[in-house]
């Protein structure tokens, strides 16, 4: 089955075509950091504008580049959820157009959902379960025991910020361009993650749930004096910096990976699913595998799959189709929802 799926959920505009769940035959997308980066974040007009200009071609190229011809694709998968909902309805208002015109039946996918499934797609075996889901990204922070692919229990979220909002405010703080996750990273390279003991908060009886605003107001205040104001001046030497972006880095990411090993403690998973921006961290990876139990498996998705594409839609779009058939063209853009 050839699947033609599209992502317009937040700032990148991607198509791809993908045989029978996994095998890519073009995958393409058209990102919109250099429009976002003097806002320090998406702005969501200039998003959606982005969209509706650079989706048709998109389309155009990804055809051509898996050398099929429009007719030839047997469904359109495309996300219709989680987002930004001017966005959103852009991509799902295209399929839905193409699914009509074409007469080729479409689904709507969960886009964090196709974010764990990314992984599954990136293994060469097939996948085990049951087993725990991490998708980390801009706007998530969902862990989930996954049962099946379309089949999930929800362990734990953010009661605040996203784990990779967070990492894009705290960038700001130190003046670094949006998207904040790799310049914090590159810059904690060389600094001691153990200089400020920085902390992740807790949540009262929810010990799988995740805070990060207070650490984010804490790195805040640590580099602008306490009770600040966000557009201050920072009261540390440039030189310090480092080891604020280290010591941040560490403490969201020691949170992240306790949080998760004990939901596999507790609900007996042996293997992990990563997805979303976030995991492309190699810090990340490092301290999941020097923290975690030798027999832990991880599946962390190939780098082009960690980070919003539609070869992930095009991917969950073959079994969510095969397990419950196609979506109905009332199928509503939602800014938020679980799966
Ligand atoms: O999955 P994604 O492309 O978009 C959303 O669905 O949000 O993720 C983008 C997010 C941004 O917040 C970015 O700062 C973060 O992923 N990110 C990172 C790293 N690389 C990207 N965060 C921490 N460390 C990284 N190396
Ligand atoms: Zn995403």
Do not use: W
Not at 133 to 162: E, R
Not at 176 to 194: N, Q, T, V, W
């Amino acid at each position: 089955m050839i699947v033609l799926g599209i992502e317009t959920t937040c700032d990148e505009t991607a198509v791809a075509i993908v045989r029978d769940g996994s095998e890519i035959l073009s995958n393409v997308l058209r990102s919109q950091i250099e429009e976002h980066k003097p806002f320090g974040g998406v702005y969501p007009e200039i998003a959606s504008r982005a969209h509706v200009e650079h989706l048709i071609p998109l389309i155009e190229k990804a055809l051509i580049e898996a050398s099929l011809s429009k007719d030839e694709i047997d469904l359109i998968a495309v996300s219709y959820a989680p987002g930004l909902i001017g966005s959103i309805v852009i991509g799902l208002n295209c399929a839905k157009s193409l699914s009509l015109a074409l007469n080729i039946p479409f689904v709507g996918i969960n886009h964090v959902e196709a974010h764990l499934y990314a992984a599954m797609m990136s293994s060469q075996k097939a996948p085990a379960f049951p087993s725990l889901g991490l998708a980390l990204s801009g706007g998530h922070t969902l862990l989930v025991k996954i049962n099946a692919i379309g089949s999930y229990t929800h362990l734990g979220t953010t009661v605040d910020d996203a784990i990779g909002e967070c990492f894009d405010k705290v960038a700001r703080f130190m003046d670094l361009p949006y998207p904040g996750g790799p310049e914090i990273e590159k810059l904690a390279l060389s600094g001691d993650p153990s200089k400020y003991p920085f902390k992740a908060g807790q949540v009262k009886g929810r010990p799988l749930d995740f805070s990060f605003s207070g650490l984010k107001t804490n790195v805040l205040y640590t580099l602008k004096g306490q009770n600040t104001d966000k557009s201050g001046a920072s009261i540390l030497e440039e030189e310090e910096k480092k080891h604020v972006a280290a010591s941040f880095q560490y403490a969201a990411f020691k949170d992240v990976v306790k949080k998760t090993l004990l939901a596999a403690q507790l609900h007996s998973c042996k293997e992990i699913y990563f997805g979303g921006g976030v995991t492309q961290s190699n810090a990340l990876k490092k301290l999941f595998i020097e923290t975690s139990p030798s027999n832990m498996v991880f599946h962390f998705p190939q780098k082009n799959l960690c980070l919003d594409n539609a070869a992930m839609i095009a991917g969950l779009g073959y079994h969510q189709f095969l397990a419950k058939g196609a979506s109905s063209l009332t199928l509503e853009a939602l800014p938020r929802t679980s799966f």
